[in-house]
């Protein structure tokens, strides 16, 4: 009985069962209003305005399912404000809205990790297609939707990859707070993410989408309508990001500890702050450049048509004046990543903070100016490549600012080879390739021959895999005892990390030889000259797939099998996170605490970062 | 213990629900009846390997072939037992010569480029338009083109005109019905697979004529599988 | 208080040292051997120009390499921490030293790879896209031929001979190309492989790329951005002949499509074509 008292309620359940219900009031909705045939795809058989409502309808069934109108509704009814809902209630927490930030830091885990996997699952599909240069495995047309899939999914997803979980988690504790400025706003962010990726999803069911990630037009209102569920998708990401964003800058600038000057911030604060001001900049375009193209397919109108006085171009400005700030979403969690973890296992203060703060927020304000260098071979502003080729150079400088303070922070020290220090150690390896390919690519001359090839493919995955997944799971392996309270398998730990780093490399190095040989991206067929490399490749792939699950083993062997409690500070780490007991408590803090120092006061003497306010019977 | 045996179970049955998701998924994405290959039966005259290719174009495919999309433009080809199929992946053996025959149900769209009115890549360099030579059409008069660009190969197809009686609405269609006939003679080189497609923007609806059955195998688009 | 180490060995020097030896003999090998082996080869003036230019930034970030390279060879080998007790590092936290000469030594290399990368663009565009209005433009006579993409298919006209189309590509050799690129429909991207060519098709645009070509020979041209169910089919075979045989082939060209000619719309740099939307 109580199992069915349980399921009763604003819960997951009920999201799903309103968000179904939801999509067929639009669907219908749109039908009985408009009838089939408001425009030009009326008069085949479908209605592009009752899709898009219907998933706009689910969309909002999902969230009254959840209870995100609860509040509102009894605030207007006259009841006293709250900044907490559902805090209390063991596991059945984790399936509904909780406005505990530790909370949504899980649940962004597990959710975000599930899309990861699919987004790898077509990943396998595409190397699956490319083991033989012209034998379709999958229907021609089919492969296009797999690699949109993929990579809409990746880049969709894993924006939040790592301010969901681990900013989410992390940033009140860091900061000395008790919750996120803006709790419900923080469990919006998660909720519309995950309908964002079933609707993306969903897209097979209505003939996928020919367009990548990118979603060009004109390619994109002439597609079949599975591509209303990617700009659906989205644009919803592109809406959780700007309010995540928005909720971590203003926790960060309000409710930082007494004691904690901009200053004494911990690196990976900087690092949120500096991506957060790129999520509030970037992705509102993206919304409204989806929007635009939404409409183009249901209301007729022609932003993106240039027989009809739009213009292609204008959508490839748009999209990329997103894009290029995206990337570096992307990637600039996992520098601060790195240069927080790097002082742990070197035992060393991080040397040239404020380079590094520099280093970081260099990067957030040039990534504004480099857009137009995907567009080298477009035929637009021939005159500002000059322009966007010293911009897109000129980024080389920031980022070079945090390599040199993560291996000033190596140099002489006592280091320690455990889990988390070999990915952020492999994130230098990787990073380094990845950027010095860009300088081939961000080079208008020798673009010419690599733009839109395999090269570009692979520069890119060796920056957003190489630098974000690498990042990623050396979060993971730090910071999920404390999260969890459980320790990861050391061994299984480093198991995973050489396979991944291994076959990494070995997927995506030869994707360079092949892109300089004339293998465009995207492209379902290759010339017989390169089908060694290919089938290389793909061999490769299927294993960085299989040390993929060996991290997913040792994940439910660690957390839910073993369960060996992680004590409170296995790293011997002087950040405040650590000196909390593991897990953290609702509270987090019994008494707010007072900052006198930086976390990295290694071989200074210094106290660890919680002098005061340290709750009771802590170890 | 009990616990230890719960847990198993709760992995058990995450696995087997994964299993059972990517393998509908992945059937999901294979599933098409459209890209089925038909075979297409060989003689061998004088040595040489002759094949009798009879397809149909048609203005909507009709829900008795097409239940997803009974509007979308098509092509069928005819098997041995005279049956229309929605099949556009054809198999045909290599070096062969291909007497193909078209009969065309739809009316003219007009061809974006004009330079496909020309047929280019068949015996002549000519098609016989309802028995009469044919090497060049009003690119206006398009209805399809039947083009594998591999072999350097189009067929400008003749629409029916707008005022004819006894009009095709769905497929298939009776030859009773009005209609064009095309007939021309390729040749398959070397085994391969190779795509052929129309060139006419015949999407009723689409922005340029170009989406939904010209993007979609099994309607305007398809293969030869030459082996 | 933190316990600074004795400087027996200085560090530094050894990482120093060894860095200039690995680069001076590495850069070298690198330009001579790696170099020329880049692609997109030989093809055409603008693909030798990529190869120098993609050898000039090889060779720069050897020495870049070669630093990262030892520098973490060296501080992961010499200051591994082995055993169970956390002993911690030097509290270094800055070096005015090291700061300025990152900063230097990352901001000449980037300033110098913008301004040759400028230089080299300037002198003929290096075979990219250029859009209506070229700045790069190479002196004397040029052959214009338009490349016309449409899905999914690229067709050739050749507006000095007539206008003729062709589904074929063939250019005379050792002659400056003045290539117009452009779309009947989405976006498409022209690119002839070995001859160092890519520029996008857009609907309604004139995009103008220079190639100059050499000798006789064959090259690929595919299309490089995504432009729906057939884009991994779109490619075809182009040949340079010599000037003769090029006459010779856009001779049978002209009486091979000399049926169709009337029906051509007259020669422009764009073309809207009906049907935009109708179509049944």
């Not at chain 1, 996997?117 to 699956?128: D, E, H, K, S, V």
């Not at chain 1, 293998?519 to 797939?545: K, M």
Request: charged fraction near 10%; hydrophobic fraction near 45%; aromatic fraction near 14%.
């Amino acid at each position: 009985m109580t199992v069915v008292r349980r399921l009763v309620g604003f819960n997951l359940l009920t999201a799903c069962l309103l968000g179904i219900g939801g999509w067929y009031v639009g669907w219908f909705g749109a039908h009985g209003v408009v009838g089939p045939s408001l425009d030009y795809f009326g008069d085949i058989d479908f209605n592009e305005l009752s899709l898009v409502l219907a998933y706009l309808g689910g969309v909002v069934g999902f969230l009254i399912g959840l209870g995100f109108l609860n509040y509102p509704i009894a605030r207007l009814r006259g009841y006293p404000p709250s900044l907490r809902e559902k805090e209390t209630g063991g596991i059945s927490r984790y399936f509904g809205l909780c406005t505990d930030h530790k909370v949504v830091g899980m649940q962004y885990l597990v959710g975000i990790g599930f899309f990861f996997f699919i987004g790898g699952l077509n990943a396998m599909l595409i190397r699956t297609e490319l083991l033989r240069p012209d034998h379709q495995v999958w229907p021609a047309g089919t492969y296009l939707t797999v690699v949109g899939i993929h990579g809409s999914m990746m880049m969709g997803m894993m924006s939040s990859g790592l301010l969901g979980p681990f900013a989410n988690y992390l940033i009140p504790i860091l900061i000395g707070a008790r919750r996120m400025a803006f709790p419900r706003i923080e469990a919006l962010t998660f909720w519309l993410l995950m309908a964002a990726g079933a609707i993306l999803e969903t897209s097979i069911f209505f003939g996928g989408f020919p367009t990548g990630w990118t979603g060009y037009q004109p390619l994109g209102t002439e597609a079949n309508p599975g591509i209303d569920c990617y700009y659906l998708f989205f644009a919803l990401v592109g809406i959780s990001m700007t309010l995540l964003g928005l909720n971590m800058i203003a926790t960060v600038v309000t409710m930082r500890a007494p004691g904690l000057t901009w200053t004494r911030l911990p690196i990976f604060v900087w690092g949120v702050v500096s991506t957060s001001i790129l999520m509030v900049l970037a992705a509102p375009v993206l919304v409204a450049t989806l929007s635009m193209a939404l409409l183009d397919r249901t209301a007729q109108t022609n932003f993106f048509v240039n027989a009809q006085g739009g213009a292609s171009y204008l959508y490839e400005n748009l999209f990329w004046v997103f894009g290029h700030p995206e990337v570096y979403i992307l990637a600039l969690p996992g520098f601060a990543i790195v240069l927080e973890i790097l002082p742990v296992f070197a035992r060393k203060p991080l040397w040239g903070y404020r380079l590094a703060v520099g280093g970081l927020l260099g990067v957030t304000l040039l990534s504004f100016f480099v857009w137009q260098h995907h567009l080298f071979m477009s035929g637009i502003n021939g005159d500002l490549r000059p322009f966007y080729m010293l911009s897109t150079e000129l980024i080389s400088i920031p980022t070079g600012l945090t390599f040199i303070c993560g291996m000033m922070t190596l140099w002489r020290g006592r280091i320690r080879y455990s889990v988390p220090m070999l990915f952020c150690l492999a994130w230098f390896f990787n990073f380094l390739i990845g950027g010095l390919s860009g300088v081939f690519l961000s080079d208008t001359p020798s673009d010419t021959t690599t733009h839109g090839s395999f090269f570009s493919m692979a520069h890119f995955h060796y920056t957003i895999m190489g630098g974000l997944v690498f990042t990623f799971f050396a979060a993971i392996y730090y910071w999920v005892p404390k999260m969890t309270g459980f320790q990861l398998n050391e061994r299984l730990g480093k198991i995973h990390f050489w396979t991944m780093f291994a076959f990494f490399n070995l997927t995506f190095f030869p994707l360079f030889i092949a892109g300089f040989k004339g293998q465009p991206r995207r492209a379902v067929t290759y010339p017989h000259g390169l089908h060694f490399l290919n089938q290389w490749v793909s061999v490769a792939a299927f294993l960085l797939g299989g040390s993929m699950l060996l991290f997913l083993y040792n994940f439910v062997k660690s957390l839910v099998f073993d369960r060996i409690p992680a004590p409170a500070d296995p790293w011997g780490s002087k950040s405040i996170e650590w000196q909390l007991p593991s897990p953290v408590p609702v509270q987090n803090f019994d008494r707010i605490p007072v900052f006198s120092s930086d976390p990295y006061g290694y071989g200074e003497g210094a106290p660890v970062a919680v002098p005061a306010g340290a709750p009771a019977g802590m170890s | 213990m009990r616990a230890t045996g719960f847990k198993v179970l709760g992995v058990a049955v995450g696995l087997a629900a994964a299993g059972v998701l990517i393998g509908l998924y992945v059937s999901k994405l294979t599933t098409d009846a459209g890209s089925k290959a038909y075979t297409v039966p060989v003689q061998t005259q004088g040595g040489r390997k002759v094949v009798d290719l009879t397809i149909q174009t048609v203005a909507a495919v009709g829900p008795q072939l097409s239940p997803a999309h009974p509007d979308y433009v098509s092509y069928l080809v005819r098997d041995t037992q005279g049956k229309w199929l929605r099949r556009t992946v054809w198999r045909l053996p290599a070096d062969a010569t291909v007497h193909v025959t078209i009969y065309n149900f739809d009316g003219a769209s007009g061809l974006r480029n004009p330079l496909y009115a020309r047929p280019q890549g068949v015996d002549g360099n000519s098609f016989q338009l309802d028995g009469k030579p044919t090497d060049v059409i009003n690119p206006d008069d398009t209805s399809h083109t039947f083009a594998v660009p591999a072999f350097g190969l189009i067929v400008p197809l003749t629409g029916v005109a707008d005022n004819a009686k006894n009009q095709c609405g769905y497929a298939p269609c009776a030859m009773s019905m009005a209609h064009r006939t095309i007939t021309f003679t390729f040749h398959t080189g070397k085994a391969g697979h190779y795509r052929w497609q129309c060139f006419v923007p015949c999407a009723a609806g689409w922005i340029d004529g170009f989406g939904g059955p010209m993007q979609t195998i099994g309607y305007m688009d398809g293969f030869l599988d030459v082996v | 208080m933190a316990n600074p180490e004795p400087q027996q060995v200085n560090h530094g020097k050894r990482v120093i040292v060894a860095w200039i030896v690995v680069s001076v003999v590495a850069t070298p090998l690198v330009a001579i051997f790696v170099g020329p082996a880049l692609p997109p080869g030989n093809g055409s003036l603008q693909a030798t120009e990529q190869v120098h230019d993609n050898t000039w930034m090889t060779a720069i970030v050897t020495p870049i390499i070669a630093f990262l390279a030892v520098f973490f060879i060296y501080a992961l080998t010499q200051f591994r921490h082995r055993g169970g007790a956390l002993v911690d590092g030097p509290p270094l936290r800055d070096d005015s030293r090291v700061r300025v000469w990152w900063l230097v030594i990352t901001s000449v290399t980037v300033l110098f790879l913008a301004a040759f990368g400028t230089y080299q663009l300037l002198q003929n565009g290096s075979g990219g896209g250029q859009g209506p209005s070229p700045i790069a433009i190479p002196n004397g006579t040029k052959l214009p031929v338009q490349v016309i993409a449409q899905q999914w298919q690229f067709t050739y006209r050749y507006p000095t001979y007539g206008g003729v189309e062709t589904p074929q590509l063939v250019l005379p050799a050792d002659t400056y190309v003045e290539l117009h690129v452009t779309s009947l429909d989405a976006i498409h991207s022209f690119w002839a492989i070995e001859l160092g060519v890519k520029a996008d098709a857009n609907p309604g645009v004139d995009n103008v790329a220079y190639v100059k070509t050499k000798g006789p020979r064959t090259f690929h041209v595919r299309c490089a951005e995504l432009c729906g169910l057939w884009h991994g089919y779109m490619f075809n075979n182009g040949r340079v002949l010599s000037p003769a045989q090029f006459t010779a082939w856009i001779k049978s060209q002209r009486s091979d499509f000399a049926a169709v000619a009337k029906y051509l719309p007259k020669y422009a740099k764009t073309y809207y074509p009906d049907p935009q939307r109708r179509a049944g």
